[in-house]
């Protein structure tokens, strides 16, 4: 198809991967669908149509990224746009008491699976033609601020800040635009605790407002429609009352 834009978007099973690609393919994007778990991958597809191409992968894995990747070269013949969203929240523990299968856990999923598809998708944008790509990556309210017991969540987020900053230095000589999007409070199912309470940094355990996906999704859609002259390099969306913002 002539003009046609090709999107991937990891961790597209459910949440807020699942509203990212949605929202994509209602942009007339071409949406290819990486996330461990084929089955909501196929319900994401289904909701989207002819649009999606649904690959099964496990992002801390290489070599399960390098055949995302081929998949698309194969399929397409390039890449215009990687969402790095894929993540999990890690196990909640004081840093002591955090076995360290957990820590490598979150650090290989949030942290290398991330520079994985970065990698890959940055070779390809280089030497495509017409060159060039943007890459943005989920760095979450935690990339600026901890939870209680989350050491292993924000340093990967922490970093994920600095791999945005790397790749838009190195991408600038081959027209690669990389921004980072920091999400607070959406509601999905990650987030479903906050309904109940959750640990504040005072100590007490509070509820905490939420905000829809779409809000996320709609932010994600603008920054990907920009030409690659033009980067949102850092973007914060989260509810508004969301404890936050000075003391909270």
């Not at 690609?21 to 909701?47: H, I």
């Not at 209680?148 to 600038?172: C, E, F, N, V």
């Amino acid at each position: 198809m002539v003009n046609e834009r090709i999107a991937v978007v990891t961790g597209a099973g459910s949440g807020l991967g699942r509203a990212i690609s949605l929202a994509l393919a209602e942009d007339g994007w071409t949406v290819v669908l990486a996330g461990r778990r084929a089955d909501p991958l196929a319900d994401t597809a289904t909701l989207i149509g002819d649009r999606a191409l649904a690959v099964p992968t496990d992002v801390s894995d290489p070599e399960s990224v390098r055949a995302l990747f081929a998949s698309v070269g194969r399929c397409f013949g390039r890449v215009d746009l990687l969402v790095n969203n894929a993540g999990v929240s890690g196990t909640s523990a004081p840093p002591d008491e955090l076995p360290l299968e957990q820590w490598r856990s979150c650090v290989e999923v949030n942290l290398t699976g991330a520079f994985l598809c970065a990698r890959e998708a940055f070779g390809m944008m280089r030497t495509q033609r017409p060159r060039g790509g943007r890459i943005i990556n989920n760095g979450s309210i935690s990339a600026h601020s901890p939870r209680p017991r989350s050491i292993a969540y924000t340093a990967t987020k922490h970093a994920i800040t600095g791999l945005t900053k790397s790749l838009s230095l190195d991408g600038r000589a081959h027209d690669i635009a990389c921004g980072q999007i920091d999400i607070g409070n959406a509601a999905t199912d990650m987030t479903g605790a906050m309904s109940h309470g959750v640990p504040q940094a005072d100590g007490s355990i509070r509820t905490e407002p939420t905000m829809d996906v779409r809000h996320v999704a709609a932010a994600v859609r603008h920054m990907g429609s920009l030409p690659l002259d033009a980067n949102i390099q850092f973007l914060t969306v989260m509810a508004t009352a969301m404890p936050f913002i000075g003391r909270g």
